[in-house]
């Protein structure tokens, strides 16, 4: 990417103390970055990989990239599309990869790479987690605060954008603030799902399953497959030909060689936890997270 200058930027090596990339504001990994010989612009090896969308018949130059102004963010980005598979440069906001198809809108001032939700995300927030106050959209971690622990997962982070109330001190990832909780009979506030998180179960007491409806007023947190009255049998219909049933064990369905194999749900395709209870048919054929299949089976769980 050079969209800021027409002189060719050079590969070389860098004194890493100093030096961060233009786009993405971060110190490069690797030992060379691509530099300008007459300003400061440079680039790390995977932003330079990075091509500006162009807008069509307006010929080469400045002006032909596609730039996009969004209502949260005060200057306009670049759309740009990856030019390696390979591009580890992550979301500054969320901090989750680009995937494939993904478009990154690179902001220069600010040096931020973002998904196009990124992008959009609203400057203030009313949120069920906080009820009393409105949160305030941060795009960077202020300067000598010590930790961040995201409310609502409790996962403490270096970097990305946060929903912060500043005078309760309350904060969330953005992860957590795209959460939307229900209300359901048996707790007095409303729950939300929390992913790939291990908290203690307020029903069995384990904290290694890792799906979890979560208070986040209270701190009180109950297993998806805890839910009172959890269908034992889903009938697996237009999903598979078998009944699939509840199991609390764990379900490996083909042989493994080493203990870091992975595991995948058979609805969703995404990975599953080993120790997750899941919905499985009996022969093995099928398994899938318990979350997959109450979605369809559960009224009260439907919007999962
Ligand atoms: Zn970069
Ligand atoms: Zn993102
Ligand atoms: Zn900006
Ligand atoms: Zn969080
Ligand atoms: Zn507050
Ligand atoms: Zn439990
Ligand atoms: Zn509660
Ligand atoms: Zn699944």
Do not use: W
């Not at 106050?133 to 409310?151: A, D, M, S, Y």
């Not at 889903?234 to 992975?262: C, I, M, N, W």
Request: charge should be negative.
């Amino acid at each position: 990417m050079a969209a800021t200058t027409t002189t060719p930027l050079s590969l070389s090596l860098q004194n890493k103390e100093e030096f961060r990339c233009h786009a993405c504001g971060k110190i490069p990994r690797g030992k060379f970055a691509f530099r300008c010989d007459l300003c400061e612009f440079g680039l790390d090896v995977c932003c330079a990989s990075l091509v500006p969308e162009k807008v069509d018949g307006v010929g080469d130059g400045e002006l032909s990239y596609q730039r996009l102004k969004f209502v949260g963010h005060e200057h306009e980005l670049l759309v740009c599309y990856k030019g390696i598979e390979s591009f580890e440069v992550s979301c500054s906001a969320c901090e989750l990869p680009f995937q494939i198809e993904d478009s990154i809108y690179v902001c220069l001032e600010c040096k931020l790479l973002l998904h196009k939700p990124c992008a959009e995300l609203p400057l203030t927030i009313n949120h069920p987690f906080h009820p009393r106050h409105r949160l305030v959209l941060f795009t960077q971690i202020p300067p000598g605060e010590r930790f961040t622990r995201c409310k609502g997962c409790l996962r403490d982070f270096e970097a990305g954008f946060t929903y912060r109330c500043v005078e309760c001190n309350f904060l969330l990832g953005t992860g957590c603030a795209s959460l939307v909780p229900r209300k359901f009979a048996f707790h007095e506030h409303p729950l939300a799902l929390f992913e790939k998180t291990n908290f203690n179960c307020s029903k069995c007491r384990c904290r290694k399953c890792t799906s979890v409806l979560r208070c986040v007023l209270c701190g009180f947190n109950i297993h998806l497959h805890c839910f009172p009255d959890l269908p034992e049998v889903v009938v697996g219909g237009r999903y598979h030909r078998h009944a699939l049933r509840l199991t609390k064990t764990p379900v490996q369905d083909y042989e493994v060689e080493s203990d870091d194999a992975e595991f995948y749900c058979d609805k969703c395709e995404q990975e599953r936890s080993l120790p997750d209870p899941t919905y499985s048919c009996q022969e093995g054929h099928y398994v899938a997270h318990v979350q997959c299949m109450v979605s369809k089976v559960t009224n009260e769980l439907a919007p999962f």
